[in-house]
């Protein structure tokens, strides 16, 4: 086959079948899991004005480096727009515009754009699930939040899922450590790599996120967050874990686990998939961002949520061979051989009944018409000859085993189907 013109753009795929179906099974099973928490979904723009964005924070590198951003047509007073790199921003900004009563509990589902160097498992276009509770600081929101994160894990099949935990303490201690940290790493700046010493001048708490080897000598002996924390933030993280414990969620504090984004304080959680290579291991994280709500104009309100990577977590999933019990299958092929007419009526007929039918186009002989219903995957062929339209019957073949045919009068094969279809 000849290479097309156009290709989808950079980092961007084109999903189908049996992908898009897993894809789809598993944002299904997330917006029942949720229901049964009473999260009530939210679908927000897919764009935003720019400014919602940047009060995830100037340093955050989704912000500073990878927005799609764009200005609209308005001549006069062309407004700066974005597509979202995440969604927490827009939930914070659609609480700031509607004050809803708290606790406000919402889950989503849909794409994410961030101007990344695409490799396996990053794109610039991919999937999130996620909820986010606003309007408590309560422990008990943390705890909920994680343990749906995990159990919704549990639930598709993943077992080798970890889950690591820390504090990023409020403002206040967060600040005090940042200085701390910032002083640490600048005396050791020597033995860095030459990335983390420019991500160090505008972000020193980003440096702990290195991946790179010489980074990590001086990753491992810097300074913990856990011992800058004031005695209420502490106490909270204490009852999160606590928490987790009673509830059998097993997971690893991770004193230098601080995400990449710029608005998390105290509790910041990450999902590590150790299936998948470890430079794209993340297949969920969250955690609380007890400010942003008013950054971006609304009352001071507490939040904590989580996202999961879809795409990812199907990478994860393949890897373990999760088997996914999907009905994706096709039930009958309908093959007529006398013009099309019947093949018509009677597909029509059997999708009525929710049976799942197809058949072939194009007024093909009846032997094409048989490798298309064997290639569909349905079981069964209905097929209607000059002889069946006759005698006003078809033929009913099982595509499996011997090949079995039975003759059926034509009124009668809807409701035989079921009948056959159910006993399944
Ligand atoms: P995040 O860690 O940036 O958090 O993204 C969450 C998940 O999205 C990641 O763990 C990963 O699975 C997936 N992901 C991120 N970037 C890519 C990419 N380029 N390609 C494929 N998958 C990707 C957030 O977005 C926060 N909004 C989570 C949150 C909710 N915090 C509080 N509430």
Same mark, same amino acid.
């Given at each position: 086959?000849?290479?097309?013109?156009?290709?989808?753009?950079?980092?961007?795929?084109?999903?189908?079948?049996?992908?898009?179906?897993?894809?789809?099974?598993?944002?299904?099973?997330?917006?029942?899991?949720?229901?049964?928490?009473?999260?009530?979904?939210?679908?927000? #723009?897919? =764009?935003?004005?720019?400014?919602?964005?940047?009060?995830?924070?100037?340093?955050?590198?989704?912000?500073?480096?990878?927005?799609?951003?764009?200005?609209?047509?308005?001549?006069?007073? #062309?407004?700066?727009?974005?597509?979202?790199?995440?969604?927490?921003?827009?939930?914070?900004?659609?609480?700031?515009?509607?004050?809803?009563?708290?606790?406000?509990?919402?889950?989503? &589902?849909?794409? +994410?754009?961030?101007?990344? *160097?695409?490799?396996?498992?990053?794109?610039?276009?991919?999937? +999130? /699930? $996620?909820?986010?509770?606003?309007?408590?600081?309560?422990?008990?929101?943390?705890?909920?939040?994680?343990?749906?994160?995990?159990?919704?894990?549990?639930?598709? !099949?993943?077992?080798?899922?970890?889950?690591?935990?820390?504090?990023? $303490?409020?403002?206040?201690?967060?600040?005090?450590?940042?200085?701390?940290?910032?002083?640490?790493?600048?005396?050791? %700046?020597?033995?860095?790599?030459?990335?983390?010493?420019?991500?160090? *001048?505008?972000?020193?708490?980003?440096?702990?996120? @290195?991946?790179?080897?010489?980074?990590?000598?001086?990753?491992?002996?810097? #300074?913990?967050?856990?011992?800058?924390?004031?005695?209420? @933030?502490?106490?909270? =993280?204490?009852?999160?874990?606590?928490?987790?414990?009673?509830?059998? /969620?097993?997971? *690893?504090?991770?004193?230098?686990?601080?995400?990449?984004?710029?608005?998390?304080?105290?509790?910041?959680?990450?999902?590590? &998939?150790?299936?998948?290579?470890?430079?794209?291991?993340?297949? !969920?994280?969250?955690?609380?961002?007890?400010?942003?709500?008013?950054?971006?104009?609304? #009352?001071?309100?507490?939040?904590? $949520?989580?996202?999961?990577?879809?795409?990812?977590?199907?990478?994860?999933?393949?890897?373990?061979?999760?088997?996914?019990?999907?009905?994706? !299958?096709?039930?009958?092929?309908?093959?007529?051989?006398? $013009?099309?007419?019947?093949?018509?009526?009677?597909?029509?007929?059997?999708?009525?009944?929710?049976?799942?039918?197809?058949?072939?186009? !194009?007024?093909? &002989?009846?032997?094409?018409?048989? *490798?298309?219903?064997?290639? @569909?995957?349905?079981?069964?062929?209905?097929?209607?000859?000059?002889?069946?339209?006759?005698?006003?019957?078809?033929?009913?073949?099982?595509?499996?085993?011997?090949?079995?045919?039975?003759?059926?009068?034509?009124?009668?094969?809807? %409701?035989?189907?079921?009948?056959?279809?159910?006993?399944?």
């Amino acid at each position: 086959m000849g290479k097309s013109h156009f290709q989808s753009p950079r980092g961007t795929r084109d999903i189908v079948s049996p992908e898009s179906d897993y894809i789809k099974f598993l944002v299904d099973t997330f917006a029942e899991h949720l229901s049964t928490a009473a999260y009530g979904q939210i679908v927000s #723009p897919i =764009f935003e004005d720019v400014g919602v964005f940047q009060r995830i924070g100037e340093n955050t590198e989704i912000v500073s480096k990878e927005m799609f951003d764009f200005y609209d047509k308005d001549v006069k007073d #062309p407004q700066h727009l974005a597509l979202r790199p995440e969604l927490t921003a827009s939930i914070c900004r659609a609480f700031a515009q509607h004050r809803p009563i708290t606790p406000w509990k919402v889950w989503y &589902s849909g794409p +994410q754009f961030r101007y990344e *160097k695409p490799q396996a498992g990053r794109y610039r276009q991919f999937l +999130q /699930v $996620g909820a986010e509770v606003l309007g408590t600081s309560d422990p008990g929101a943390d705890i909920e939040i994680i343990s749906l994160a995990w159990a919704f894990f549990q639930r598709i !099949g993943l077992r080798n899922t970890q889950l690591l935990i820390n504090s990023l $303490g409020d403002p206040e201690s967060r600040n005090r450590y940042n200085d701390e940290l910032a002083k640490y790493l600048d005396d050791r %700046k020597q033995e860095l790599s030459e990335q983390s010493i420019v991500t160090l *001048k505008t972000n020193p708490l980003r440096v702990l996120d @290195s991946k790179r080897e010489k980074d990590q000598e001086v990753i491992d002996e810097a #300074p913990v967050m856990e011992s800058f924390l004031n005695e209420e @933030s502490a106490q909270h =993280f204490k009852e999160v874990k606590d928490g987790l414990e009673v509830l059998g /969620v097993p997971f *690893k504090i991770s004193p230098r686990l601080v995400r990449g984004l710029d608005y998390y304080t105290r509790t910041t959680f990450e999902f590590i &998939s150790p299936s998948l290579d470890t430079a794209q291991n993340a297949i !969920g994280g969250g955690g609380r961002y007890d400010g942003l709500v008013e950054a971006l104009g609304g #009352p001071e309100t507490e939040g904590i $949520g989580f996202a999961v990577g879809i795409d990812r977590t199907l990478l994860a999933c393949e890897a373990e061979k999760v088997v996914f019990d999907l009905d994706i !299958g096709t039930d009958v092929f309908v093959v007529d051989t006398t $013009g099309g007419r019947e093949a018509l009526l009677l597909s029509h007929e059997l999708r009525q009944l929710a049976i799942k039918t197809d058949r072939s186009f !194009g007024g093909r &002989s009846m032997k094409g018409q048989m *490798k298309a219903a064997d290639r @569909s995957g349905a079981r069964y062929a209905i097929i209607i000859g000059t002889d069946e339209l006759e005698e006003n019957q078809v033929t009913l073949r099982d595509l499996r085993g011997e090949g079995q045919q039975t003759l059926v009068p034509r009124d009668m094969i809807g %409701k035989n189907l079921l009948t056959i279809l159910q006993e399944k």
